[in-house]
């Protein structure tokens, strides 16, 4: 047996796997085959309960196309425009075999596509092809540079031109996401869901505040961070 061994986490570890599907017994089958091969697998029947997890503990996900109020396509989607869970990769399991499906599916990001019914045999081979692909890619998805720039995403740092920068959390997190959204217009209701805390009350007036104690500790690259009236913020390059 082949285990899966990742390094990204400044220890070794085994692969977390996290597996989404309204049907039980496929999450049970799917649970029981890929920890005999050694992964630690936690299983939910439904998007909005996996989106109550902390996603970023997870290596892979296996999540069904369709299920309930939100699709295992509209939770992957939320899942790329977050900068916290953009690089986490999924594979669809689905009954629908359409190229259009297929193609919708890693058009929004998938790293892979897997039919129903589940052939247990393949379906190991390609959690291993894709967790070994990931492990091979975490050293550059753990950073995000802009000229000199630079955000180490596991370090929770910024240098610029290799002096830190000393940032609050909330500092932190919006940087991630303009430098995530270059030349991308975000509103403040965008900055306000992904930066603070669910369920916080947020006035317009706080992230404006924020962001201007972001510019000043950014130099320079503050000037690139453009108010846009009426709409939000935007990281100019």
Not at 6 to 34: G, H, P, S, T
Not at 53 to 58: A, K, S
Not at 98 to 104: L, M, P, T
């Amino acid at each position: 047996m082949e285990n899966i061994t990742l390094q990204n986490r400044n220890r070794n570890y085994m692969a977390k796997i996290l597996v989404v599907d309204d049907e039980q017994d496929i999450c049970e089958i799917l649970q029981f085959n890929l920890q005999q091969e050694g992964y630690e697998v936690d299983i939910d029947n439904s998007a909005e309960d996996a989106l109550m997890r902390n996603l970023t503990d997870y290596d892979l996900i296996l999540l069904d196309v369709m299920m309930g109020d939100i699709s295992g396509f509209k939770m992957a989607r939320m899942m790329k425009q977050s900068a916290r869970t953009a690089n986490i990769p999924i594979i669809f399991i689905t009954a629908l075999d359409n190229e259009d499906s297929i193609v919708e599916g890693l058009e929004i990001g998938a790293d892979d596509y897997i039919t129903k019914p589940l052939p247990v045999r393949e379906v190991k081979l390609r959690v291993k092809a894709v967790l070994r692909r990931s492990s091979n890619h975490t050293s550059a998805s753990q950073t995000i540079a802009v000229d000199s720039l630079i955000i180490d995403l596991a370090k929770k740092e910024v240098r610029i031109d290799g002096t830190e920068v000393v940032l609050t959390r909330l500092e932190f997190e919006l940087l991630v996401l303009f430098a995530s959204n270059i030349n991308r217009c975000l509103t403040r209701d965008f900055l306000i869901d992904k930066a603070w805390p669910s369920g916080t009350y947020v006035s317009e007036r706080t992230v404006d505040v924020n962001i201007t104690r972001l510019r000043k500790k950014i130099g320079c690259y503050g000037d690139s961070i453009k108010t846009k009236i009426g709409y939000g913020y935007i990281f100019e390059k």
